[in-house]
């Protein structure tokens, strides 16, 4: 029995589409995802039941206070009266269940606030989901770069789409530095978690291609090459639901001309745009 052969670049692309349009679909996927609700004070969440506040100081999560008969269930106990649900930045977060098909879990903000996230594994766009819309495997956009890691990081400043201009400061390990027709670019990436998340626009925004621009994650090689395989560039949260605020190109990663590879849109079942 002999091996299969390996799988060819475009191959290897079809899997990926694949996954990109299964993982949409998930219970706590991006187009499951309905209501993102940052809580101040004691208040009410819109789609689910329960009264949320913050937790004491230097506590991560938020309070629910709620009756058994409302239904929640934090951590697999029934909620009756008030439990701590702790967020995702402790090492132990808590897991939501509203119902057969509504969960969620809490978040943390750059300003010590904490939001409730509301997933519905039935949500409208779930329901009217007809694909993730992408352009063909373009081979000629596997592009080669370099890396300087930068000792200690640098701070680069980045826009959020809900955030009215205020910037939040990410790290950026490192210069990356391709070239595009003759033409030099000096981008940053900043750390996503083991990766480097490139968030960039390009001349197909607005046009081909969703408005607000894409992702695409990096690693550097170990010769100090880098590589950037458009091919995989993703679409935001934000363009698959209005509850994720999603970071913005900053100036340098904002190309003028088209990288036709990657994806384009989020598609309704009639080949609209879902939102």
Same mark, same amino acid.
């Given at each position: 029995?002999?091996d299969a052969a390996p799988a060819t670049p475009a191959e290897r692309y079809a899997v990926f589409r694949e996954r990109r349009?299964?993982? @949409? $679909?998930?219970?706590?996927?991006?187009? &499951?995802? $309905?209501?993102?609700?940052?809580? &101040?004070?004691?208040?009410?969440?819109?789609?689910?039941?329960?009264?949320?506040?913050?937790?004491? $100081?230097?506590?991560?999560?938020?309070?629910?206070?709620?009756?058994?008969?409302?239904?929640?269930?934090? !951590?697999?106990?029934?909620?009756?009266?008030?439990?701590?649900?702790?967020?995702?930045?402790?090492?132990?977060?808590? @897991?939501?269940?509203?119902?057969?098909?509504?969960?969620?879990?809490?978040? *943390?903000? !750059?300003?010590?606030?904490?939001?409730?996230?509301?997933?519905? @594994?039935?949500?409208?766009?779930?329901?009217?989901?007809?694909? #993730?819309? *992408?352009? !063909?495997? *373009?081979?000629?956009?596997? $592009?080669?770069?370099?890396? +300087?890691?930068?000792?200690?990081?640098?701070?680069?400043? %980045?826009?959020?789409?809900?955030?009215?201009?205020?910037? +939040?400061?990410?790290?950026?390990?490192?210069? #990356?530095?391709?070239?595009?027709?003759?033409?030099?670019?000096?981008?940053? *990436?900043?750390?996503?978690? +083991? &990766?480097?998340?490139?968030?960039?626009?390009?001349?197909?925004?607005? !046009?081909?291609?969703?408005?607000?621009?894409?992702?695409?994650?990096? @690693?550097?090689?170990?010769?100090?090459?880098?590589?950037?395989?458009?091919?995989?560039?993703?679409?935001?949260?934000?363009?698959?639901?209005?509850? %994720?605020?999603?970071?913005?190109?900053?100036?340098?990663?904002?190309f003028p001309f088209r990288v036709e590879a990657g994806e384009k849109n989020v598609l309704a079942e009639d080949g609209s745009l879902l939102h």
């Open positions: 029995m002999t349009a299964l993982a @949409a $679909v998930q219970p706590q996927g991006p187009l &499951a995802l $309905v209501n993102t609700q940052w809580v &101040a004070d004691e208040q009410t969440v819109w789609g689910v039941p329960g009264r949320w506040a913050p937790a004491p $100081v230097g506590t991560s999560g938020l309070l629910v206070t709620a009756e058994a008969a409302e239904g929640i269930h934090v !951590d697999g106990s029934l909620v009756d009266g008030t439990v701590l649900v702790r967020g995702k930045d402790d090492p132990n977060p808590s @897991a939501i269940v509203f119902s057969e098909h509504t969960t969620g879990f809490v978040i *943390a903000g !750059d300003d010590g606030l904490y939001a409730l996230r509301v997933w519905d @594994a039935k949500s409208e766009g779930i329901e009217n989901f007809g694909g #993730i819309d *992408a352009f !063909d495997y *373009a081979p000629e956009w596997v $592009v080669t770069g370099t890396f +300087r890691e930068i000792e200690g990081g640098t701070v680069v400043g %980045f826009e959020h789409l809900k955030d009215d201009g205020k910037t +939040r400061g990410e790290v950026v390990p490192g210069e #990356i530095r391709f070239t595009h027709d003759g033409v030099e670019y000096d981008i940053a *990436a900043f750390k996503s978690g +083991r &990766a480097l998340q490139l968030v960039f626009a390009d001349a197909t925004n607005g !046009d081909d291609t969703y408005s607000v621009g894409r992702f695409l994650f990096l @690693a550097p090689n170990p010769d100090g090459s880098i590589t950037l395989d458009f091919n995989t560039a993703i679409l935001p949260p934000c363009a698959f639901s209005y509850a %994720f605020n999603c970071p913005l190109p900053p100036k340098q990663n904002r």
